[in-house]
Each structure stands twice: as structure tokens, then as C-alpha cells.
């Protein structure tokens, strides 16, 4: 560790803060975080905690389901103008115009939403276990949001449910080629092809496997394969390499990469962890709704 990350993790003892990172984020910052997950473990490890303070180095909607999920500790969010391109593309007034269009729908909110709209959904889910959730429904009827390729993916995994898809997406994944996937598939034809569920269909389509940040971390390890194609963005590089150095991640194009997951700098970390003041807090009576939301996203598994 350098001077600054030792200083950052002096801090966050003394003032018994937990310091969460997303798996996209710079090695650095993973490097300095006490834990590293995907989006389900952020929350509920933020949710699980003792600590008084939670530090999020990730994008904005990570920040507010912790502080949905945890209304008496301080949520602070060190890269303050992170947001996420998908969570932006709807509101709380298009989710209720679609709503109005599907009556009998649940309304099932992928977690990269802004807390507004999870107080409008029934249901929360990530990339993790939106299949699993959807397909424990009673209900036939879903409206999912914001993600059409998460959605079109849980629609082909539960074949009985009707759902309705909102054009939202990730910009990140929508800049995978084909052209790219199968050059370096014919490159390393021996290799597995790992996918995140936020690709589009196109790109899914040569996938071996559709998993989530850290269902990809744990699938290389336990898996007896020693080389993958890795379909998401490509901050996932450093815990892939830090849990199988012996194993080889391929990467069609090395600048796919988000640019609010490049936000956090060990200097605005340091920065947030100083001063307290960059924290996030959800109106209450937006919160309370956005909770249940999340916390049925839980109990559900
Ligand atoms: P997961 O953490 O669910 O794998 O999600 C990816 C993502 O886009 C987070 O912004
Ligand atoms: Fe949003 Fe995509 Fe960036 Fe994740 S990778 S924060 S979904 S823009």
C-alpha cells in the first residue's frame, strides 16, 4: 500500500467507517476498499454492517440503496457527480406514464434506477438474481425497467412470464462489436466465454455463460477452465486477476470502460473520508417506499 491508501485505511478504523467498492472500479481503490463485490453484495453487505459510516466508491444508485437500506448510518459517495447512463434513462413520472400503460404489471426495477423509481417498483433486482426473483412471482404480468437487454435476458430464462420491456440500457456494454467478439474468439477458440447480462442480445449470443460481476469472479475460481473471454467492463480485470493469477482474461477491446466507475481517485476517497461531507440521503418519504422495494429484493434471495 502507498502513503495515501495507508492514510485512507487510518481514517475509516478511527472513525469506524466501512469503505464498499464495485468490482468496475480502479484497482487502486479495490486495493484500498474493505470489500469488493457486485451490486447484491454491496447492498447487503452495507445492510449487514456495524459500522457507523459507509464510504461507497461506485456510482450514485449504489450510494442510495445504502442509504435506503441503512437510514442511521452516513452514506457518502467520495466521486459525487458518478451517475450511472442507464439509472437516467427513466423518472419517476415515465415509470408511472408506463405504469398507466400496463395496470396488472409488477413492476420489477433493476437496482441501477434511481431511488425515485424503486419507490415506484415492486420489486428491486440485480444482474444476479433478476431470473431467480422473477420467476418466484405469483404474477404473470412484469413490467421490468430500466434495462431492455437484463429484461429480454430474464424473458428468455422464465419463458412462462409476460414482460414488458423499457428501451433503457447500459451505453458501456452496447459498445462490444460482433466484429471484435469474433476476431479474438477465433484468436483463442479454446476460451470461455463469460457475459454480463447487460450486453445486448447480439453480443449475448456468444456467450458460454451470462453472469454477474461476482458470479464471474466465482466462476474462474472454481471452474477447472484456465481461460476466459470476458464480455463486461474491464475493471473487473484487476479481482480477476487477484483471485486466479494463474489464469489468463481475455478482453475484446480494453477501452470499454465506464467512466463514472473512473471517478473515484484515491485523492477524493482520501477527500470523503476527511471531511464527511459528501454524503447521500434519500427524502424520507421516498425512501421508506424505495426500501420495501429493496428489501423484498433481499428477502427473495
Ligand atoms: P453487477 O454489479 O450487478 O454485476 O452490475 C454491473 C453494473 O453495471 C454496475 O453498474
Ligand atoms: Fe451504469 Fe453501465 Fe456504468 Fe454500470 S457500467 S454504472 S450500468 S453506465
Known amino acids: 500500500m502507498i502513503e495515501i491508501q495507508k492514510r485512507i485505511r487510518e481514517i ?12 468496475y472500479q480502479p484497482p487502486e481503490i479495490q486495493d484500498t476498499a474493505d470489500i469488493v463485490a457486485d451490486s447484491l453484495e454491496l447492498a447487503r453487505r ?46 419517476a413520472d415515465q415509470l408511472r406514464e408506463e405504469k398507466r400503460k400496463h395496470p396488472n404489471a409488477v413492476v420489477v426495477a433493476y437496482v441501477n434506477s434511481s431511488a425515485e423509481v424503486k419507490a415506484e417498483s415492486d420489486l428491486c433486482c440485480t444482474s444476479a438474481n433478476a431470473a431467480k426473483l422473477v420467476a418466484s412471482l405469483e404474477e404473470d404480468e412484469i413490467l421490468f425497467v430500466p434495462d431492455q437487454y437484463l429484461g429480454s435476458w430474464v424473458a428468455e430464462q422464465v419463458p412462462s412470464k ?8 447500459c451505453p458501456i456494454h452496447q459498445r462490444f462489436t460482433e466484429e471484435d467478439i469474433l476476431r479474438i474468439k477465433g484468436e483463442n477458440p479454446d476460451a470461455v466465454v463469460l457475459c454480463h447480462p447487460e450486453a445486448p442480445p447480439r453480443i449475448r449470443r456468444f456467450a458460454d455463460k451470462i453472469l454477474s460481476t461476482s458470479q464471474m469472479i466465482r466462476h474462474a475460481q472454481s471452474s477447472s477452465e484456465t481461460r476466459f473471454i470476458i464480455l463486461t467492463e474491464t475493471g473487473i480485470a484487476h479481482p480477476l486477476a487477484k483471485a486466479c493469477p494463474e489464469k489468463q482474461f481475455i478482453f475484446p477491446d480494453s477501452r470499454i470502460k465506464c467512466a463514472n466507475m473512473g471517478k473515484t481517485t484515491l485523492e477524493n476517497l482520501l477527500e470523503a473520508c476527511e471531511t464527511e461531507e459528501l454524503e447521500i440521503k434519500v427524502p424520507e418519504n421516498i425512501r421508506v417506499r424505495a426500501e420495501k422495494a429493496l428489501e423484498r429484493m433481499i428477502a427473495l434471495g
Do not use: Q, T, W
Not at 475509516?12 to 469503505?19: E, N, P, T, V
Not at 442510495?64 to 439509472?87: R, T
Not at 409476460?162 to 440500457?169: N, Q, R, S, V
Open 162 to 169: 409476460k414482460i414488458h420491456l423499457y428501451p433503457g440500457f
Open 12 to 23: 475509516a478504523k478511527a472513525k469506524d467507517m466501512l469503505i464498499l467498492a464495485h468490482s
Open 46 to 91: 452495507s445492510r449487514d454492517s456495524k459500522a457507523k459510516k459507509i464510504i461507497l466508491c461506485g456510482v450514485k444508485f449504489m450510494a442510495e440503496s445504502a442509504s435506503i437500506l441503512n437510514p442511521d448510518k452516513k452514506v457518502i459517495l467520495p466521486a459525487h457527480d458518478a451517475g450511472c447512463p442507464m439509472a437516467d434513462m427513466i423518472d
